[in-house]
């Protein structure tokens, strides 16, 4: 069974940036971080094929958010950088270990973590 535990939020001013990790145990097929801010639906944010390394951002994010992994930490990451108020929303973690394309349809994603606080003060 996959387990998921996602740590590094907090608060930053606008312009700052934050590393985000997500601990993840098992074997994977795609690795997503999605997000919620408060009053909106959950939405997508990054996403890697851990085996291939293919990466693929929502427009919102791309440019200033980086996802990457340490096999060997069996860790991912989201670097954030460039943070603006509307960043601010708890971040999850979230993986999927049948192959097929994820894209960021969230039912497909059957693991997730337990979600960590990002605040951008402007």
């Known amino acids: 069974q996959v387990q998921a ?4 939020g907090g608060s930053v001013q606008a312009g700052g940036s934050l590393r ?3 601990a993840v ?10 997000r919620q ?10 996403r890697i094929y ?6 693929y951002y929502a427009a919102s994010v791309k440019g200033r ?13 989201l670097q954030m950088n460039s943070l603006k108020p509307e960043d601010t ?3 999850y973690c979230a993986a999927g270990d049948s192959r097929r394309l994820y894209e960021f349809t969230t039912a497909y994603y059957t693991y997730w973590g337990q979600g960590t606080q990002v605040t ?3």
């Not at 535990?5 to 590094?8: H, L, M, Q, T």
């Not at 851990?50 to 990466?55: A, E, K, Q, Y």
């Open 65 to 77: 958010f980086t996802i990457s992994q340490d096999t060997a930490k069996n860790t991912m990451y």
């Open 37 to 46: 801010a408060p009053g909106k639906e959950l939405e997508g944010v990054a």
């Open 25 to 34: 145990s098992g074997d994977t097929y795609c690795l997503a971080w999605f």
């Open 120 to 122: 951008v003060s402007s």
């Open 89 to 91: 929303a708890i971040y």
């Open 5 to 8: 535990v996602e740590s590094g």
């Open 20 to 22: 985000l990790s997500c």
């Open 50 to 55: 851990p085996n291939s390394g293919d990466r």
